[in-house]
């Protein structure tokens, strides 16, 4: 039956690398599910989109992508709707949940449209008075490009001059900008896995004031907790909240969603990711391990889900 399953995939393209400022995680991620691909018997390919690639797609005559590219290049809509074009069937959400999700000013005012918690926020631009977000949102807060992932783009700001350093460098992107309420406390993020939510993972960034760039990938002093630590019913009670707001954005095969808790154990959501990482950092396969399906299993699973 196994051997059936992975002869349904004639020729699998991994899609990996590009120019987005998360190319080295992407890099990384692609490796190792190309790698798992062909451990499991999957005619596999590694592609980086950062050379021409449409041309290659077709004359290897591919039949599936797995979509391993961060960031805009992987997680905006482009990709998706060039692979529809070319009618190769590709891992993760549509174009269009795609496009929405990878903007958090969009994720949080949906979420919030339909009675999600997310943390107090607000748009600023050039002519936002600092004044005004530190009266809607204390010090410190949150400064945040909208488009980016891997916390590239977010700074935790506690004055006028960080404000205004932070802000001069980001506000060149020509992207959303929003600043955020400070959440203290650890982070959580549950994995989405076909429909069903994962266990729990409890991030606790040792020596960061948030989980930032360093602490993701870099840090060995990050520490992951799975099982969670929560009560079963919590939790339970979370994840069943968390698989409703992935169904809100229409979130296909798999993803991640990060949140804090408040005082009632609720998420407060920060963002949805429809490509997260899958390095030996990474929180899904993590969650996926403590569900008992390994890193391999996992790969091809999000495979099978193709569409």
Same mark, same amino acid.
């Given at each position: 039956?196994? #051997?059936?399953?992975i ?37 596999a390919?590694?592609i980086d989109?950062i ?26 809509g ?38 999600f ?17 530190? #009266? ?25 001059e960080?404000y ?15 600043a ?13 896995? #076909? ?9 606790k ?30 939790e339970?009670?979370? #994840? ?39 390095t ?9 391990k ?18």
């Amino acid at each position: 039956m196994m #051997n059936d399953e992975i002869k349904s995939f004639s020729k699998v393209a991994v899609l990996y690398g590009g120019s987005s400022s998360e190319r080295e995680i992407s890099l990384i991620t692609g490796k190792a599910v190309f790698d798992s691909l062909q451990l499991k018997g999957v005619n596999a390919i590694l592609i980086d989109t950062i050379e021409p690639f449409i041309e290659v797609l077709k004359t290897e005559e591919v039949s599936h992508a797995w979509i391993a590219l961060h960031g805009s290049d992987g997680e905006d809509g482009k990709i998706q709707s060039i692979l529809r074009m070319l009618n190769i069937k590709h891992t993760g959400s549509d174009p269009i949940t795609c496009s929405i999700t990878m903007n958090k000013y969009f994720t949080k005012s949906i979420l919030q449209s339909n009675g999600f918690k997310t943390p107090e926020y607000m748009v600023v631009g050039l002519s936002t008075k600092y004044e005004d977000i530190v #009266n809607e949102l204390s010090e410190p807060f949150v400064l945040k490009q909208c488009s980016e992932g891997s916390s590239i783009g977010i700074f935790m700001i506690e004055s006028r001059e960080q404000y205004l350093t932070h802000f001069s460098e980001i506000v060149k992107n020509n992207d959303w900008i929003i600043a955020e309420q400070f959440m203290k406390g650890d982070e959580y993020t549950s994995t989405y896995l #076909n429909g069903k939510a994962l266990p729990i993972v409890k991030i606790k960034a040792k020596n960061h004031e948030f989980y930032d760039y360093e602490a993701k990938y870099l840090s060995d002093e990050t520490e992951y907790i799975c099982p969670c630590e929560l009560d079963e019913e919590i939790e339970m009670a979370i #994840n069943n909240e968390c698989e409703k707001a992935f169904k809100l954005f229409n979130v296909k095969g798999w993803g991640r969603l990060d949140f804090f808790l408040d005082e009632a154990s609720r998420p407060l959501i920060l963002e949805i990711n429809t490509v997260p990482g899958m390095t030996t950092h990474s929180l899904v396969p993590m969650s996926a391990k403590q569900a008992g399906i390994d890193f391999e299993s996992l790969c091809f699973e999000i495979l099978k889900s193709s569409e």
